[in-house]
């Protein structure tokens, strides 16, 4: 009992100190994120097809990590036939297989779906003791509107980290949820390394992933992974505040013939999960 | 009775018909359009805000119509309270007060909503005799995929065309299902002018609007509007196959405090109609 109030004051004093941090954020929010009118070629998450395609099974790769690491410099995403978890940080893009390893990767190969930008921090957001989800809620009170996107990047240590990576699939390819069932779990303890991802609005449910998306690679890139839990303990975390989508879809192949108008919620759930 | 089977027979005629260009069309289409490896900048729709922020009552303008002809010579929109209806086309910007007087638009107008992209047609489609539904209906018929946009374009004499506009807004202003209450409806008989507008997939539901949306400017730039209703006759249908999309948010005002996680399909219709 002691030990359950302990923890919801914990998180009250978090949320008190992510709050405190608002005033500064917002005066700066009008001079440090650039308006529609001008300059807006970094301010930009450039993504690659929809999550929803993904769901359903468009996994061939369309779009060269050549041509992707022209539109940002950090970002996530998958790779031809869902071989394993992007990660992308200041400028090189990594591969984290289903072996745990990341493998820098070859300007040619291609990816089905991914979210890049260039990652410009606008803010940065103190986060003493905090579990996954106690996480996600103060980040989200430091935002100063959620109806735009947010680059979010921790470059520290961390208590705790699970990831994942799915291998590579044949075709006919299976759905997303069913391909993620056989996906393989890391476990990092103390490890050094960087978070990277995206918090998107609720309105590109089904274009890209409502809330956070974050892959993680370990300080040396050598492991890594897709985030499934998280615990941090004074985390820095630089937020690029983003108020600009690009969105390029496939001009031919599974894409033209799939079936958008469902609603996959519940899929992308387990997925995630 | 006789009548009725005329109707239904003569919309199968012109569905075969539609069906006859398809070939041809997709085709044409792997080379017509780039893939997003290449050249994209004239291959996007470029879009201010989202429809459901519209919906919302977020009228401030936000980007000068300067800047939005940068980003395409085509297109359609609202502007700063509401006033009236976007219509641009060859690179000028119309707009179509409730007077039902089309004015072209200075430089330093702005818009709350608007999509344009540079109009470079890919396909042409010829229909002949159809009410707005029947339209609709074949044209869809034509489409490689219901996945990704198109920009509309035609220039002919329609048999009859009906239009609106809507007078600028007051603060505090209201939604938008009730400022369209107050709408001008114009009619057009055997008139000659350009159908500017596009079609968009089901999956951006709350960003855009899903299927049609088509404004209309006379041959002589001077009368036009929202299309309320339509028939067309010969009609050679211009569409641009638009892969991309670039959606610039607001990065102020009224857009970061709005909740934009509800459904309003319901007053989207509305308003379309």
């Not at 579990?131 to 430091?142: A, Q």
């Not at 303990?233 to 630089?238: I, K, S, T």
């Amino acid at each position: 009992m002691k030990k359950c109030r302990y923890a919801v004051l914990s998180t009250t004093i978090l949320v008190l100190a992510a709050l405190a941090v608002l005033p500064a954020a917002n005066a700066s929010e009008s001079e440090s994120y650039s308006d529609p009118t001008t300059n807006q070629d970094r301010e930009v998450l450039f993504q690659v097809s929809t999550i929803n395609a993904l769901l359903l099974s468009v996994y061939d790769g369309i779009l060269p990590v050549a041509d992707l690491k022209e539109r940002g410099d950090f970002g996530i995403g998958t790779f031809d036939r869902l071989e394993g978890e992007m990660v992308v940080v200041d400028g090189e893009c990594y591969q984290v297989k289903v072996d745990g390893v990341a493998y820098v990767v070859p300007n040619n190969a291609t990816t089905p779906f991914a979210t890049v930008t260039f990652f410009d921090p606008d803010e940065t957001v103190l986060i003493e003791t905090a579990n996954f989800s106690e996480f996600k809620e103060i980040l989200e009170t430091s935002f100063p509107s959620e109806n735009i996107f947010y680059a979010i990047r921790i470059d520290g240590t961390f208590p705790y980290v699970k990831t994942r990576s799915v291998p590579a699939q044949e075709k006919p390819y299976p759905l997303l949820v069913d391909a993620v069932a056989n996906q393989t779990v890391f476990k990092f303890e103390n490890a050094s390394g960087t978070v990277v991802g995206f918090w998107s609005p609720e309105f590109v449910d089904g274009i890209n992933v409502p809330g956070y998306h974050l892959h993680f690679i370990t300080d040396d890139r050598k492991a890594g992974g897709h985030i499934l839990d998280l615990r941090v303990e004074g985390a820095e975390v630089e937020l690029d505040l983003t108020p600009n989508i690009f969105m390029a879809l496939p001009t031919a192949g599974d894409f033209f013939n799939i079936d958008l108008t469902g609603d996959l919620t519940a899929d992308l759930e387990k997925v995630e999960k």
